[in-house]
């Protein structure tokens, strides 16, 4: 019964397991739901959701899962009116997804693939660094995985706006060379030390001992403070157009980081040219898997050594103006500068590695940006010497007098 | 429906939304733990109290720090106590027995009756604790190597936990709870929860001082948003304090009640001077007398 809706909900993003739903079988065999849709819809929700963040998107599977059935009792209102209306945004998701099932997934790499052949060739004879500039190094054709183009938009330097194909999927395959160099690199953040603020609470078996023998044999205890691994990182990667060229540089971080198993914690995030409300947890930049940025300021204690990858080249408006995300149905309230301040306050051991070799910040479209980034975060290049550096480094240049680094 | 577990259905001191009365009684009827997380005022702890209250069942609360392992939970084997006791040789030491002490937890599986435990504020300990805690709370027994003895619950406790989204909590740990969020009452609710507070409180005072809330509630940028309990307190000062419904709006006496962060004063301060740069509102009337 009701299998169908498990993958509805998996479809609209609810990260439901196989043990939940068999609870949920369970409770309805005792009867639970009250054989009413309101009751079905409280249990469903009880048993199967399990973040705030997840309760519109279990409504919404419900409303569409439920769309045809004639509900003599109320449902709660908001399902009624995702029943009734017809809202804009869920159409689009239906459009795109047909969409989306239309082309198969070799299709659209091999149109990507002729699409890069072309743009190569056209810019063979111009300027070298092809598609650090800007925003988008495709130039005129953005490309949704939906199919969806949008048209050129005239504001500085974007020329398009680009939605994200899945740039980054295979950033998980094990690249080989370089990564060992990231790896030992990234070895230096490793913090194995005595806890400082720590209370001594294990038994220090051989002071015991010692103390014990000099007692003449009367018992003296003697207490250490534990030993703890409290080295936790967090990625924030660009996934956004113009970092398609370092695509393979990002891998070998990517492979090196999640390849040391000394970490405490160890969290991925992944941002489209800027960071503001939201980070994605895949590299498509889905607007269904996200987390709010204010929710990461909120769980993550400022102790996460936070490494930024990025290009930090964008439109003047997608850094410094509310509303200037490059993604074409979002809003941002806080300009994106304002984000990048906050996460730096937020967390002192931070650093912005970027793929783009250091002698061209001054000179390329992107300047202006990367400049504005640099004063908040100190930025470095993303070369195992750049990682090396920033895990070093003791004066930060951006704010005088504190220090920044990845490690104390 | 469930006819044969106890149902909650609110207290007096405790209003209830349906979905939360109904979340509780699911948790309830299938012995799972329920998980309660919601912006910090909204009453999480208090559901607990409520619970057991209503249903008149002895509650049990395992207040976690940052430094609480989950083993203390269960119990602890106090081998230090054991190694003076042997010095001094005035006890038998061995019968292991008198040197395991009860955590909360295992006081809950312990008990004769069902108890309510209320394991609060979860996400204040270490990433791994409630991973820690699987086995134990899907089970509700856990094995104790020094004495060779297995504690199983005579009756599965009603498990409620409580976080305050400080840390994310891991998936294998929330698969096995129930989960609701307190979302933050509207005025209505409002209305009645203050009743239970306050039950003779002016009209027009608890009107204006609504208003106030809900509008510093609504402001953008604010960092941490008043809540219930800082409303509650709020009102309190204001009838202390005398201070007439017509100034509340106007001047937000007591401010310091509502918001606790300087930046957040600091923003409201900038926005009210900008609003009213005619009237004269010097900064310390803000402050209230």
Known sequence: MFTEFYYYLKDFGVPVSFNEWQDLMNALDQGMAGSSLTGFYYLGRALLVKSEAHYDRFDLALASYFQDVEAVEGLPEKIWEWLNREVPPLEITEAMRQNHHRLDIEEMKRMLAERLAEQTQQHHGGNRWVGTGGTSPFGHSGYHPGGIRIGGDTRSLSAVKVAGMRRFQEFRTDETLGVRQFQLALRKLRQFTTRLDGAREELDLEGTVDQTCQNAGRLELKWARPRVNSMKVMLLMDAGGSMWPYTRLCNQLFTAVHKSSHFKDLKTFYFHNCIYDWLYNDPSCSQRDYVDTEYILRTCDSNYRVIIVGDASMGYAELMRPGGIIDWDLHNDQAGIEWLRRLRQHFEYSVWLNPIPSRYWARMEGAFTIGAIRKVFPMEELTVEGLERSIRKRKSRSRAGEESKLVY | ?289
């Open chain 2, 1 to 289: 429906m469930m006819t044969k577990t106890a149902q909650y259905q609110g207290s007096a001191q405790y209003i209830v939304s349906d979905e939360l009365r109904n979340s509780v009684n699911i948790a309830i009827a299938l012995g799972k733990p329920l998980l309660i997380k919601g912006e910090p005022g909204t009453g999480k702890t208090m559901l607990a109290q409520s619970i057991a209250e209503a249903l008149a069942k002895e509650l049990i609360i395992w207040n976690i720090k940052s430094t609480t392992k989950a083993q203390e939970g269960l119990y602890v084997y106090d081998t230090v106590q054991r190694l003076y006791d042997s010095q001094f040789q005035d006890h038998d030491v061995s019968n292991i027995k008198q040197y395991i002490k009860n955590g909360k937890l295992g006081e809950a599986f312990q008990s004769h009756a069902q108890v309510v435990l209320l394991i609060d504020e979860i996400d204040k300990a270490d990433l791994e604790f409630p991973n820690d805690l699987l086995w134990e709370l899907d089970q509700m027994s856990y094995y104790i190597p020094e004495t060779k003895e297995t504690i199983t619950a005579r009756t599965r406790p009603i498990v409620i936990i409580t976080s305050n989204a400080e840390k994310e909590l891991p998936d294998a740990f929330l698969r096995r709870c129930i989960f609701h969020y307190i979302a933050f009452p509207d005025p209505n609710e409002m209305q009645r929860i203050i009743k239970v507070h306050h039950p003779h409180l002016d009209k027009r005072l608890l009107e204006q001082a609504m208003e106030t809330f809900y509008m510093l509630r609504n402001l953008n940028n604010i960092q941490k948003k008043p809540s219930t309990s800082e409303l509650i307190d709020w009102l309190q000062a204001l009838v202390v304090g005398g201070i007439s419904p017509n100034k509340i709006k106007q001047d937000i006496p007591f401010l310091g009640v509502l918001l606790k962060k300087n930046e957040d004063l600091d923003l409201l301060l900038n926005g009210l001077q900008g609003k009213t740069q005619n009237r004269s509102t010097p900064r310390s009337s803000m402050w209230g007398r």
